[in-house]
């Protein structure tokens, strides 16, 4: 059984036109850096529906939005580090 926490950013277009592309990149750097691959389960998912306050994640089903590739270290640091 996989135990990671999981990490999943929304691939949906709206989420990816607005920065998803480029905080998908600053979060695989950050799992990379701090050698996290054993405890996050780290993919993309589709629209959560959301749009509108997106860009958005979840962290284990629970919903961060408007990040970006910067806030989104300090939501990493706080959940991981
Ligand atoms: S595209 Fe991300 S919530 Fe809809």
Do not use: W
């Amino acid at each position: 059984m996989d135990n990671r926490i999981e990490v999943m950013i929304c691939l949906g277009s709206s989420c990816f036109a607005r920065g998803n592309k480029t905080t998908l990149q600053a979060i695989t750097k950050f799992i990379d850096e701090h050698d996290l691959k054993d405890k996050i389960n780290f993919h993309g998912g589709h629209c959560f529906g959301y749009c509108a306050d997106g860009p958005n994640l979840k962290i284990n089903g629970k919903l961060y939005t408007g990040i970006d590739e910067y806030n989104v270290i300090d939501i990493l640091t706080n959940e991981f580090l």
